[in-house]
């Protein structure tokens, strides 16, 4: 009996001696380790990152710009939207096989709605990439040109709005708006005249529109400016919800004179758009890899004596989708023939003064 006790504290004295190594063990351990780490959802730490840099950003751009301090804005700003649509042109100019042509490009001419019965080559098969679709070139009978209408629209697209410049802002959409000083680029004083208005229009180009701009005046070009920014998106929500939108984006603008004045066309580069061509310049490159200072800009002068411009020349092309600002002195009676909203073809009559008579409108 004696040797059955003895025998049950031995186990009971081994089991106690076990247990406190044992905590001494995970007493250590928790020492070392200090902290204890638990796994979570990738979409989570991302969404953290995301908000920590999103308020990093929104501190910064209060003290650099209030104009332009929105959630909207500051959130797609963390986006690599240059590098994304770097990799986006890059997939664009690849070469398709001639059996995929007609099925691939065929879906994109059915959802965005291209008319390529208008096109100077309306066979899919005739594309070798997407890039080549996208900039492709209209008939020659496609369009008509407003020859009595002194301006006219440079683009096919939709009038996102237009207006007068107003204490040196615009409005991109109803209520929303953005400095032209830094829309421009410089001193807006050359703008300034008591006996004329500024006006200005700005045009949307969708993915299935014609992508080609083109003069949209009789107009004599001076100066030819590259300035670098976001490539964020442009579509009409866009500039519904992120206020000095255009005046982040980077963009391309020439500006001159016509007969009344100051008169400036500003090809605006958006989301997967990041590629702007000049007809007269080839040697323009937009959205190039790497660093950037944002409202960073390039001056060049178009030769002795400019460059003039017949209304209807082309000018250069996206390579999709964008906007087109035009920003001119007009007289007192001038007047827009078109409203916001309104779809518009390259050649359309945009406005009119009032003893003018009025040309082909579409």
């Known amino acids: 009996m004696m040797q059955m006790v003895s025998l049950v504290v031995r186990?009971?004295?081994?089991?106690?001696?076990?247990?406190?190594?044992?905590?001494?063990?995970?007493?250590?351990?928790?020492?070392?380790?200090?902290?204890?780490?638990?796994?979570?959802?990738?979409?989570?730490?991302?969404?953290?990152?995301?908000?920590?840099?999103?308020?990093?950003?929104?501190?910064?751009?209060?003290?650099?710009?209030?104009?332009?301090?929105?959630?909207?804005?500051?959130?797609?700003?963390?986006?690599?939207?240059?590098?994304?649509?770097?990799?986006?042109?890059?997939?664009?100019?690849q070469e398709i096989p001639t059996w995929l042509r007609r099925p691939l490009l065929g879906f994109y001419v059915w959802a965005f709605g291209c008319k390529m019965e208008e096109a100077e080559e309306p066979d899919l098969v005739a594309y070798s990439s997407l890039t080549e679709l996208f900039t492709r070139k209209l008939k020659t009978t496609a369009r008509l040109i407003a020859k009595e209408c002194q301006l006219v629209s440079p683009v096919d697209g939709t009038v996102l709005h237009i207006g007068q410049v107003t204490n040196g802002t615009l409005e991109q959409v109803k209520g929303v708006t953005f400095s032209l000083a830094k829309f421009l680029g410089e001193d807006i004083t050359s703008t300034e005249a008591n006996d004329k208005d500024l006006q200005y229009i700005i045009l949307y180009l969708s993915p299935g529109d014609y992508h080609h701009f083109h003069s949209p005046a009789d107009?004599?070009?001076?100066?030819q400016k590259h300035i670098y920014g976001e490539l964020l998106p442009v579509a009409p929500w866009a500039a519904r919800t992120m206020p000095a939108l255009f005046a982040v984006n980077e963009r391309v603008l020439i500006s001159g004179t016509w007969e009344y004045g100051f008169f400036s066309m500003v090809a605006v580069g958006a989301f997967n758009v990041g590629s702007i061509s000049l007809e007269h310049d080839?040697?323009?490159?937009?959205?190039?890899?790497?660093?950037?200072?944002?409202?960073?800009?390039?001056?060049?002068?178009?030769?002795?004596?400019?460059?003039?411009?017949?209304?209807?020349?082309?000018?250069?092309?996206?390579?999709?989708?964008?906007?087109?600002?035009?920003v001119f002195h007009a007289p007192k009676n001038f007047s827009f023939l078109v409203t916001p909203g309104q779809t518009v073809k390259y050649g359309q009559s945009l406005g009119h003064t009032s003893q003018q008579k009025v040309g082909v409108k579409f």
């Open 282 to 326: 080839k040697e323009l490159e937009t959205n190039v890899k790497g660093a950037y200072e944002m409202g960073r800009w390039s001056k060049k002068a178009l030769g002795l004596g400019g460059l003039t411009f017949r209304k209807g020349d082309h000018i250069g092309h996206f390579s999709l989708g964008s906007t087109v600002v035009l």
């Open 11 to 93: 186990c009971s004295n081994r089991r106690v001696s076990h247990g406190l190594a044992q905590r001494r063990y995970y007493a250590a351990g928790s020492l070392s380790a200090g902290w204890r780490w638990f796994g979570i959802p990738t979409s989570l730490g991302v969404a953290c990152i995301a908000l920590v840099k999103l308020q990093r950003t929104l501190r910064e751009s209060a003290k650099e710009d209030k104009e332009s301090n929105t959630w909207q804005l500051s959130l797609f700003r963390q986006l690599s939207t240059r590098a994304l649509s770097r990799t986006w042109g890059a997939l664009t100019r």
């Open 219 to 223: 107009w004599n070009t001076q100066v």
